[in-house]
């Protein structure tokens, strides 16, 4: 029951929500979620926390660059429903649907130029 209970945490913030609904195009450096979502890179940071918490994303570090991914099919069973319903009951959302073309604007700029959310 404890997961689910992070879940439902987790999913209890619109940017989390937002956050795991850009990470269904592929695995993103923080740089560009910061850059998507014009938040402090402390504040996604944080969001990321949660999320990585309730078993919602996954995480790698590349050197400098911390990239984050949804959970593949071996992730938590209750993880992978929540992200399913969240697809399905999201799907025709008009913000959603600016965050993806605002991603893909973000995702053609090089991580070079987004790397503010690095500098101290």
Not at 20 to 27: F, I, S, V, Y
Not at 44 to 57: R, T
Not at 97 to 103: E, F, K
């Amino acid at each position: 029951m404890q997961q689910v209970i992070h879940i439902t945490k987790a999913l209890a913030d619109r940017n989390r929500v937002r956050i795991l609904m850009a990470l269904r195009q592929g695995e993103l450096c923080l740089c560009q979620i910061v850059a998507m979502l014009a938040l402090a890179p402390s504040t996604v940071s944080k969001h990321m926390s949660v999320l990585h918490h309730a078993g919602l994303v996954e995480s790698r570090k590349d050197g400098r660059w911390m990239y984050f991914s949804l959970p593949g099919p071996e992730g938590p069973e209750a993880a992978r429903g929540a992200l399913d319903w969240l697809a399905a009951a999201l799907a025709e959302d008009p913000e959603i649907a600016a965050d993806s073309a605002a991603l893909a604007r973000v995702c053609c700029t090089p991580l070079e130029e987004l790397a503010g959310c690095y500098r101290g």
